[in-house]
Nanobody
């Protein structure tokens, strides 16, 4: 069973940085590819980044490429999203999710079976 808990959100000024963490309390974390998605008020959930089970393959949305970095530590059952050069348009609730196909780095929410509860990121101008 996968149980995901995000942390690290908060309020930051434009140009600042935050690092989100997502920890799985289960025992099968390394069997899953992981993704980060975000949802702004009044908008659909959108893909941000994904990483394969080993960390060897990553995939980013164009809107965050070059500013965000996804990584994982399987020994700690944790996936991270380092967010730099934040913009007001990055304001959203950020969710981590687990994909049972470990080599896949998908941008489709339907590929992910398990979701965290989300953490709020607010970027002020």
């Amino acid at each position: 069973q996968v149980q995901l808990v995000e942390s690290g959100g908060g309020l930051v000024q434009a140009g600042g940085s935050l690092r989100l963490s997502c920890t799985d309390s289960g025992r099968t974390f390394s069997s899953y590819a992981m993704g980060w998605f975000r949802q702004a008020p009044g908008k659909e959930r959108e893909f941000a980044a994904a990483i394969s089970w080993s960390g060897g393959v990553t995939h980013y949305a164009n809107s965050v490429k070059g500013r965000f970095t996804i990584s994982r530590d399987n020994a700690k059952n944790t996936v991270y999203l380092q967010m730099n050069s934040l913009k007001p348009e990055d304001t959203a609730v950020y969710y981590c999710a687990a994909d049972p196909t470990p080599q896949r780095v998908s941008d489709r929410p339907t590929r992910y079976n398990y979701w965290g509860q989300g953490t709020q990121v607010t970027v002020s101008s």
